[in-house]
């Protein structure tokens, strides 16, 4: 479902290119192919099975060598769903050929990086955005419009639980070294971020944390516990766990990440079957992460929950429902409904067309992906340095 001012426009759709067809890549080519301010012209991968399987799904010629898209005049625009340290020489490349981004989180590696795209993006003039955080979630949008209407008073706190199977799930080495944007810090703690950030309305001043390390698999963090301090005097807590036992999808209602059913069995038959071990899946392995090409993939979760979010005020407290939110206050508990509200990437859509087809502002900017990265960097070096890290 589109906003409302969207469906009176006479839209132009923006000629767009997909680079990396893993899991992220082939959500934001589903997204793009669906929605009607783009138009998938190329989608590119390393492997030739992958990218056209791509193709044939998401429409666009294939493309084994991203550089190709430079030179190529109707692509205008370039989804990056690459490994998180190849992020920035992509972008680079894209943006002085003159092709607007859109970056999956984290956007960069560190605060260092982070700084060199905000220059590319102000030498080149191209438009960058962050995009793909559970922070455009419609609920979390909807607890946001609560919080600034007043719905409970002075925000006193917020709390994200997240206990997934992340760390189950079968990963290469990058994908887990905080060096290279990997582990659960750099590939999840963003939608934690990003869900707080979006509700309190502000940028955080300070974070605490403490991360632990899985020995096994090469100290790869598994699980952080952050305080995240606010400029209006709000705490965060952000609480999360990849390590597959008990899963937060108890305390929402059996759903899951995506909306869909909560399966118990599903860690367990996981844990036993040792299924993170890439070795196991043999030729077969380079292809794994984008080879669930015979599965649906959404682009529309119906809204599922990234963890349990609880928002508590002097006047009450919120929590994301399976409808939208609930609102628990002095009259009672009653439900705000937003099943029906556009989010996630099709908001990231609109918002980017309407800045480059309208010229109208782009909040979630290169800078405001940069900001993620940064509280990202500091729970990490909180948890190294034991302290607590001043933004």
């Given at each position: 479902m589109l906003s409302a001012n969207a469906e009176a426009r006479d839209i132009e759709p923006i000629g767009i290119a997909i680079v990396g067809m893993g899991v992220a890549g082939r959500l934001g080519a589903v997204a793009a192919h669906e929605s009607p301010f783009f138009r998938v012209v190329a989608v590119s991968d390393l492997d030739q099975d992958a990218v056209t399987a791509a193709a044939i799904q998401f429409g666009g010629r294939p493309v084994l060598n991203a550089a190709d898209l430079c030179d190529a005049s109707d692509v205008e625009a370039v989804y990056i769903a690459t490994p998180t340290h190849l992020h920035l020489e992509n972008a680079r490349q894209f943006a002085e050929a003159g092709k607007h981004l859109l970056i999956e989180k984290p956007v960069v590696v560190d605060p260092d990086e982070g700084r060199l795209l905000v220059e590319i993006e102000r030498a080149t003039g191209v438009r960058v955005m962050a995009v793909n955080t559970?922070?455009?979630?419609?609920?979390?949008?909807?607890?946001?419009?609560?919080?600034?209407?007043?719905?409970?008073?002075?925000?006193?706190?917020?709390?994200?639980?997240?206990?997934?199977?992340?760390?189950?799930?079968?990963?290469?080495?990058?994908?887990?070294?905080?060096?290279?944007?990997?582990?659960v810090i750099f590939r999840q703690g963003p939608h934690q971020v990003e869900i707080a950030r979006t509700i309190l309305g502000c940028r955080p001043i300070s974070v605490t944390a403490i991360a632990s390390e899985d020995h096994t698999r090469n100290g790869a963090i598994v699980s952080y516990n952050a305080l995240v301090e606010y400029p209006n005097g709000v705490v965060a807590t952000l609480v999360y766990s990849g390590a597959g036992y008990f899963d937060s999808a108890e305390l929402t209602f059996g759903v899951g990440e995506t909306g869909a059913p909560f399966d118990a069995e599903q860690s367990a038959t996981m844990h036993a079957n040792r299924s993170w071990e890439m070795d196991k899946y043999g030729a077969d392995a380079v292809q794994l992460r984008a080879r669930a090409l015979a599965a649906p993939v959404s682009a529309e979760p119906a809204w599922g929950f990234a963890g349990f979010t609880v928002v508590s005020g002097e006047d009450g407290d919120l929590r994301q429902s399976t409808t939208g939110v609930t609102v628990y206050d002095r009259t009672g508990r009653h439900e705000v409904r937003c099943l029906e509200e556009a989010g996630g990437l099709k908001l990231d859509f609109e918002e980017f067309y309407s800045a480059l087809r309208e010229g109208t502002m782009l909040e979630h900017d290169a800078a405001w992906g940069v900001s993620t990265v940064d509280v990202c960097n500091a729970m990490l070096d909180s948890h190294t340095q034991r302290s607590r890290i001043v933004l």
């Open positions: 559970r922070g455009r979630d419609a609920p979390v949008r909807a607890m946001a419009r609560l919080v600034r209407e007043g719905a409970v008073g002075r925000v006193r706190s917020f709390t994200n639980l997240s206990y997934p199977s992340w760390m189950l799930r079968p990963r290469f080495d990058y994908e887990l070294m905080a060096k290279l944007g990997g582990g």
